[in-house]
Each structure stands twice: as C-alpha cells, then as structure tokens.
DNA sequence: TCCATGCGTTAGAAGGTATCACGCAAACAA
DNA sequence: TTGTTTGCGTGATACCTTCTAACGCATGGA
C-alpha cells in the first residue's frame, strides 16, 4: 500500500505525503496536549494548517487510524526512553522516575496509552505488541537486578503457568511478579496524579510516588 | 432556587419535575454503562424518552450538568456501599473486595469518577467534598484495623504536615499511610483492568488485585 | 508533450450541543 | 367557575463535529 518513513528516499508524492502526516501528527500532538485525547478535532487541525477540513482524510482514513498512529508513537516513545536508560546502566529506581518524568513532560500522553480508553475508539492488536515491548524493557530490569526476591506467593504460582505476556523473556516469577507491581503502583498514583484527584489534598505526590518507587523497587 | 428531593413532597410541578430528572439519569447511565461517559448524548436520551432535544435543558442546564450530578451519585454509591460494609464489620481486606465488585458491577461508574477526566468536563469543588467522604470510611478503617504499623518513612513525615484532605479526622500517619496505599494501589490494577490492559496478557486480573489487596491490607 | 495519478476544494448528509420564541396545559387565585 | 400565571415541550435555528462524494487542477512520469 503505503510506504512512507520519510527517511526512506522514494518518489516526492511519498515523501511529501510523509511530511503532512508529520505535520498533521504535530497539531495532533498540540491539540490533545493542549486538550486531551477526546477533544481532538480533524477540522481544527486542517484550519490550524490551512487547509479545509476533507483534505485530512486524504492522510488518515479516519479519526481512530489518526489517534491509533499517535498511541503507537507515544508506546514507541516510552519504549525508546525506557531502553535507552536501561541501557544505559539505570536501575529499576531510576526507571521509575524515568517514567514519572516522561509521564509529567506530556501528560495526555500518559493518559493516552494508560487512561481509560477514547470515546468509540477501538485498538488495534497492533498496540498489544508495542505494550509488550514496554514490558521487555521492564523485565529485564527486573531479572538483572540483584532484588530481596519477593516471597513465594499463590500470584507468582499463578503467573509461572500464565506468562504469555512475557513473551519468550526467561523471567523468574518473582520477576514477573515485580514487574507488574512497578507497573501497576506506580501507574495507579500517577494517575491519579494526572487525572487530578490529588489537587487540594494538601500532600506533594511527588512524595508518594517516591514512596511507591521505594517500596516497588525493594528499598 | 429549585428544591427537588423526590421523598420530600412539595408541590405537584416540583415532584414532577424530580421524576423527569430520575428519568433522564437512568437513561443517561444507560448510556454510560453502554459506551462510556464521553458518548453521552443528551439528544439520543430524550429520543429514547419520546421526547425532543431541547425538552432536556429544562432539567439540566447542559451536558456538563448532567454529568456532575451522575458523578455525584457515583460517589454518594461508593461511599455508602463502603460505609454499609464497615458498619458491618467487614475488615480492610473485606473493603478491597468490596471495591472492586462496586468497580466491576459498572466499570464506567468507576471510571467516570477515577479514570480520566472527561473531555471539556470541569468538575466543581462539591466533588472534592464527595471523594473525602469516601477517604473518611477508608481511614476509618484503616484506624480501627491493628494492624502491623508501616514503618516510618519520610512521606509518613510529610503526611503528619499535610492531613487537608483527611480533614479532622485522627488517623496517624501510619493509618494516613496506609488510606492512600489502598487508595492508589488497588486503583492501579483495577483501573487498568477496567481500561483492558490485561486483555491478552494472559494471567487472570483478579488473582493480581487479591495480591495487592492481600500486600496493602498486612496480609 | 501528454496523461494518469492524486491532492485540495466545495457541497452536503447525519448527528451533536445549545438558544430562542412560541403555544398550550397545568397549577393557582379570585 | 373563571381568569392568570407559571412553566413544559415544541420546531426553527446556529454552530460544531466526522465523514462521503464529485469536481478541478497541479504535479510527476513516460
């Protein structure tokens, strides 16, 4: 059909074709920055670049293929930023933080891939693949940690005879087991952070996320 | 203004008027059961009541009227569901339980109060109100328990300094401690389930929140 | 130079929120 | 019983949204 990585020098019509879905992508970046995934408008970004609202849909067949594209950049961002830390030399704390901050430098993007899903939108199976390359990182960084294993737990029983998530990463159950704890202690303040719940409790969650960090990663 | 409370009888325009509201909510959570708080739409709501669009903005001002008050009673149902359990008797590890059959029986009741805020949604600080309601139950509870005291920490220093949100209530920090880590906790696994983050993965989401339950409850 | 491909346009359907003015019925007062 | 007032439901309308269809023109390839 299409291909149009604009690093990949083909005919004009595709390279062109690539840049205003980069630039369509950037607008769509700004709006949901600015706004939220929900509030994304096709006609809004065509009069922001000056054109007139069908032209759009010369570029994305529809609104869902458009946010489908901006989900699968924004698991391809925290991806990217996970494994370059990880690679890096940074620990399972250090990846904490890492995805506090990448959360906080955008945090509709966050909610994006981690909220509750857009109104009609529906995902592709695609996005289970990206999910999943999230976790790998996050696997590794938990088997390479030297951690006080979690103890022995019906859960962790559990997991070792239902690891279909963990691909063909040789993880040992309490591996698994830390993995989704980090995954789903931190998610759980910060978002609550980002959806707002916090403001005029009176606490930093900051703090609490530290916490949560801590506690997760065996400090 | 308007005084609307159905059991209080009033005059005849008022009860009808507090019928015409119950009505329009029930449809409304019709709809938000079905296809989530953001495809709420007031036109389909009085299509299925037999009447026109604009019959509607008699009873609620807009749509985000409509959904504050659907929000209020998602709140005032978890809360007295919450407060009925622990007058009961029911333990910290029962309240876990119990919010998560509250959260299952309407996924998008859970969400619209502790997913993602809706679109150009601006919740008013009545809310703030609703959900210190919920956090008084939980401290409660987790003041009763005797529980094996968290060890210090420097955020149970900080939440000893900033208790707004627990208003006069004379938890100590350990109990404060505790009320968020149940709060957020359990919320990350729940909520992520709820959005369908599990789907595919393979383990059974409940074995996971009743180890989070287990974990945040001393067990 | 010619011609096919394909981009951007206007027009329009279908559906959403929300406002307005109007008519009528119900509630209340005399 | 007979006004009078209150307020509910209506259709018309304005302005959004996504998305389809048909048309014109420019660009790229031969």
């Known amino acids: 059909m299409d291909r149009m990585d604009p690093t990949e020098a083909t005919t004009p019509r595709q390279r062109y074709r690539a840049q205003v879905r980069a630039e369509i992508k950037r607008h769509a970046w700004e709006q949901i920055a600015a706004a939220g995934a929900s509030a994304l408008s096709l006609n809004a970004i065509a009069k922001q670049m000056g054109l007139s609202g069908p032209a759009l849909y010369r570029y994305f067949a529809n609104r869902d293929e458009l946010i489908t594209e901006l989900i699968r950049d924004a698991y391809q961002s925290l991806a990217d930023t996970f494994r370059a830390r990880a690679e890096a030399g940074t620990s399972l704390r250090g990846l904490a933080d890492t995805l506090r901050v990448w959360a906080l430098d955008d945090p509709q993007r966050y909610l994006l891939i981690y909220g509750t899903p857009v109104p009609g939108y529906h995902a592709p199976e695609d996005t289970t693949r990206l999910s999943a390359e999230v976790m790998a990182v996050l696997l590794d960084a938990c088997a390479a940690e030297g951690l006080p294993e979690l103890p022995p737990s019906p859960l962790q029983a559990h997991l070792a005879d239902h690891r279909a998530w963990a691909g063909e990463h040789p993880a040992t159950p309490p591996a698994l087991h830390r993995a989704l704890a980090f995954w789903?202690?931190?998610?759980?303040?910060?978002?609550?952070?980002?959806?707002?719940?916090?403001?005029?409790?009176?606490?930093?969650?900051?703090?609490?996320?530290?916490?949560?960090?801590e506690a997760v990663t065996g400090g």
Chains 1, 2 share one sequence.
């Not at 202690?185 to 930093?204: C, K, N, P, Q, Y």
Request: charged share 20%; glycine share 14%; hydrophobic share 45%.
């Open 184 to 213: 789903t202690r931190l998610h759980g303040v910060l978002s609550l952070e980002l959806a707002g719940h916090f403001t005029g409790m009176g606490f930093d969650p900051a703090r609490l996320y530290d916490a949560e960090a």
